[in-house]
């Protein structure tokens, strides 16, 4: 059985995270390999705030004080990270302070940085101290080598949609010339 089907039987054609039967996605909380015990079925309306901090509606995510008791840890490391995004609110702190994770189902929800305080948050800065997110667009303001590929990454290459290293605030990965690579933000500039 694929993984699709495995986690529509699992969640009964639902979202589940709010419970919405429209526009059903995988999304992965970890980076490596899909598995069933890395994704989660989720709407596109949940899949774009969890990837778009900017749009990210409080309200809709207060269907978590029912998915976050969820037996599949998947879900649950997603209802974390959506609880300490939004716990500026108020609700979901009180939230937080009852749901209860494993030490390695907690290490795993605090892969991407999200619960942690401000000053010991990572963060991605461009040459000129603009903070990168994930699915920002860059240019390289420099040539560089790229080791393996053997081809150089010229100056002026705009990198689109790129994707942040969360251990590392000196590294981004992007497609450049269709390669899969991995650029130091000091080599590139921000673009609007």
Known sequence: ????????????????????????KIYLTKEEAMSVDNSVLVCTTCKNQIENVTTTDPNHWRCLSDSMWNENKSVQVVAWRMLNRLRAEGWPQDLL????????????????GEGEDEEGKIVHKDSNGN?????????????????GANFTAKRGAAVHNIKL???????????VEGQHIVILTQYTKKTK
């Open 97 to 112: 302070d009852m749901m209860y994770l494993d030490d390695e189902t907690l290490v795993w929800a605090a892969a991407t």
């Open 1 to 24: 059985m694929s993984i699709d089907k495995k986690l529509y039987e699992r969640s009964g054609s639902k979202c589940e995270l709010c419970g919405s039967s429209d526009d059903l």
């Open 131 to 147: 903070i990168l997110k994930d699915g920002d667009s860059v240019v390289l303001i420099k040539d560089l080598d790229v080791k």
């Open 165 to 175: 290293v969360w251990d590392n605030a000196e590294h981004i990965e992007g497609r």
